[in-house]
């Protein structure tokens, strides 16, 4: 493996824990404010605290690291001898976070390529992961970053939740289609498209919904090579099984992942979220 470049991507790809130890990825948090008081997401703040604090009805916000963060990650970096790093992050349409990226990384003492994912979660991570075996294969850090643009721009990701009203809340997805949902009583599907969150179908109860999110999900797999996640906040009884019939039912699964979403996603999808990354492994 070539010691000399360094990977950096941010909390919000959910990326296993021994995939990160394995490959050495550097995970710089996101933070979840509740209330007044700021919490690193992975590391002050668990999805348990925030679906209760949502239950509850606390104010919630997220926020992005600052250039600093960044920064001290690329000196990190360097001093353990890299000579270049790849910095991979969520979407730009999501968060400022790779914005504050190339901040640092104007500055930083090794060149620094940051990829905007246009995604979150292990559609995120999924690139994370093609960049580390890009590296490892020994290839040039621009090739790396290729790697990773390429891969996330291959995978796609859907989901459900029970409410868009989170959503609206943080800004994310707009009023009057919050509003629209909640008079119909719709059970919305949505995608990430563009790097933004965008309707995709509306059912009309959580059964159909979900049972529509797996066909959507075994018709984008297709015949291919491909990685699956299913993510969930506070809904392992519905993840668990909608991961054993994708094993069953996508013929070129390589592996199928069942993983919560951290506090910063889940701040703003609320207990009850339930996603589908599919990520086509590349020739």
């Known amino acids: 493996m070539p010691a000399d470049l360094a990977l950096v991507t941010d909390s919000t790809a959910y990326l296993p824990q021994q995939a990160i130890d394995r490959h050495k990825i550097s995970v710089v948090p996101l933070s979840v404010v509740v209330g007044d008081e700021v919490r690193a997401e992975g590391v002050e703040i668990t999805p348990k605290d925030v679906a209760e604090a949502l239950r509850a009805k606390q104010r919630l916000t997220t926020s992005r690291p600052n250039p600093e963060t960044f920064a001290a990650a690329y000196r990190a970096a360097a001093e353990g001898g890299a000579s270049a790093v790849v910095s991979i992050h969520l979407s730009a349409e999501l968060s400022g976070t790779a914005d504050a ?103 009309r109860t959580a059964s159909r919904a979900i049972a529509r999110l797996e066909e959507i999900a075994v018709e984008q797999a297709g015949a291919g090579a491909v990685d699956i996640t299913v993510h969930h906040l506070a809904a392992e009884e519905r993840a668990e099984p909608l991961a054993e019939r994708l094993r069953e039912r996508v013929p070129g699964v390589r592996e199928v992942l069942v993983g919560e979403v951290g506090a910063v996603i889940g701040a703003h999808v609320g207990p009850g979220l339930l996603a589908v990354v599919v990520a086509p492994v590349l020739d």
């Open 101 to 203: 990226a190339r901040l640092a990384a104007a500055d930083a003492p090794v060149p620094v390529l940051v990829v905007d994912s246009h995604l979150v979660g292990m559609a995120l991570g999924y690139a994370v992961l093609a960049a580390a075996e890009a590296r490892d294969a020994g290839l040039e850090p621009a090739a790396v970053a290729a790697v990773a643009e390429r891969r996330a721009s291959a995978s796609r990701a859907f989901f459900y939740v029970d409410t868009l009203e989170h959503l609206r809340r943080g800004g994310r997805i707009g009023t009057a289609r919050a509003l629209l949902g909640s008079a119909l009583a719709v059970k919305p599907l949505l995608h990430l498209s563009d790097g933004r969150i965008e309707p995709l179908e509306k059912v």
